[in-house]
T-cell receptor, first 105, second 114 residues
Framework: GQQVMQIPQYQHVQEGEDFTTYCNSSTTLSNIQWYKQRPGGHPVFLIQLVKSGEVKKQKRLTFQFGEAKKNSSLHITATQTTDVGTYFC?????FGKGTRLHILP | GAVVSQHPSRVICKSGTSVKIECRSL??????MFWYRQFPKQSLMLMATSNEGSKATYEQGVEKDKFLINHASLTLSTLTVTSAHPEDSSFYIC??????????FGPGTRLTVL
């Protein structure tokens, strides 16, 4: 089945700095989803990307789908403590390993 | 948004006992639900797909006799961990698809087997 490689595994940033996590696939994806899991919580759906080169924004979050539909990224501008958690990309029901974001005060 | 509930949220049991976990879609029908397992600081590993009215589909390496799944109705799926052992201790999460590729997750069940 389809798999996605997600990097980095961990990221520590100072509050106010930007953060980016990347997902890569060796095969062309029809779509990709992003989820956020807060510490102790469950994954929450953020967005789905479908179109080649698609860019979607949710406040400080920017999601991109590569032109070849083999990679995707999630970028957070000016991180806040509420952004703490693990961000997963997913292809349907298969999840990437996630990037754990820790914010330093 | 759609809500998925899961019960119990936490369970501690002795080795050898069986534990049943319920997953309910509260405001929508789900002919399919998914069961995941998550170890601390790790990703979600898909265990099985629960299908209403038919047998569950298990992922490779998941013992179907160990993890019994029953999708009793369009809003309820249950996972029973039979003869639980300490290595079964984990965070079990169910999900239901609300729309195309959008999963709604239950709050999870933390199982500790002593």
């Amino acid at each position: 089945g389809q798999q996605v490689m997600q990097i980095p595994q961990y990221q520590h940033v100072q509050e106010g700095e930007d953060f980016t996590t990347y997902c890569n696939s060796s095969t062309t994806l029809s779509n990709i989803q992003w989820y956020k899991q807060r510490p102790g919580g469950h994954p929450v759906f953020l967005i789905q990307l479908v179109k080649s080169g698609e860019v979607k924004k949710q406040k400080r979050l920017t999601f991109q789908f590569g032109e070849a539909k083999k990679n995707s990224s999630l970028h957070i501008t000016a991180t806040q403590t509420t952004d703490v958690g693990t961000y997963f990309c997913a292809v349907g029901i298969i999840f990437g390993k996630g990037t754990r974001l820790h914010i330093l005060p | 948004g759609a809500v998925v509930s899961q019960h119990p949220s936490r369970v501690i049991c002795k080795s050898g006992t069986s534990v049943k976990i319920e997953c309910r879609s509260l405001d929508f029908q789900a002919t399919t639900m998914f069961w995941y397992r998550q170890f601390p600081k790790q990703s979600l590993m898909l265990m099985a797909t629960s299908n209403e009215g038919s047998k569950a589909t298990y992922e490779q390496g998941v013992e179907k006799d160990k993890f019994l799944i029953n999708h009793a109705s369009l809003t309820l799926s249950t996972l029973t961990v039979t003869s639980a052992h300490p290595e079964d201790s984990s965070f079990y999460i169910c999900s239901a698809p609300f729309s195309y590729n959008e999963q709604f997750f239950g709050p999870g069940t933390r199982l500790t087997v002593l």
